[in-house]
């Protein structure tokens, strides 16, 4: 027999599928079984791992979540001057979240890489977490935003970069924001 349709107002589950399933219902409830498993990972992880740790692995996890995403874009050949990187934030930079104080550029995520897309705020934009809220998943999962940072600008700059993130969205800011100097 059918399970039972929630009363309007409940939340509804995906229909009963089948594990190895290639459908938009199998999805559905591989998403639903994650949204609960992340957390819960991350506890465990908090509890098990000493903070340096955490840190290594999530920064690590983060360069290389950036390498999968862009195979192709090699390190700039010739290292960027700060004031070249400067100029580009002057003239570039604010639309897509950066700025400059000082020798420091400062940058936040106003666009989805994945969509290319302005996001809402208070949206963690990596879609394995995007559905979390500060209260339910460890900020822990933050340094893997620092090592994905890290990597993309020592490819766009060509040089190493210190990367730390002065904000997130699973810390309960509206937005994940980061300080970026040269190395």
Known sequence: APAPRPAAGEPQSAPQTKPGEKSESRAVKRMEFVDAWVPRFFAVV?????????RRLMVANGKACYSAFRPDQKPRAEPATRERIAAWVAQNGKARG????GDTVLFEYVGSAETGQASPEGICLCPTVEAQTAKRMSPTYCWCSVGYVKEMHERAFG?????????????????????????
């Open 46 to 54: 908090d509890a098990e791992l000493d903070g340096p740790t955490r």
């Open 98 to 101: 950066y700025s400059m104080d």
């Open 159 to 183: 040089r190493a970069v210190n990367v730390d993130l002065t904000q997130s969205v699973l810390m309960g800011h509206p937005r994940c924001r980061f300080r970026i100097t040269l190395a």
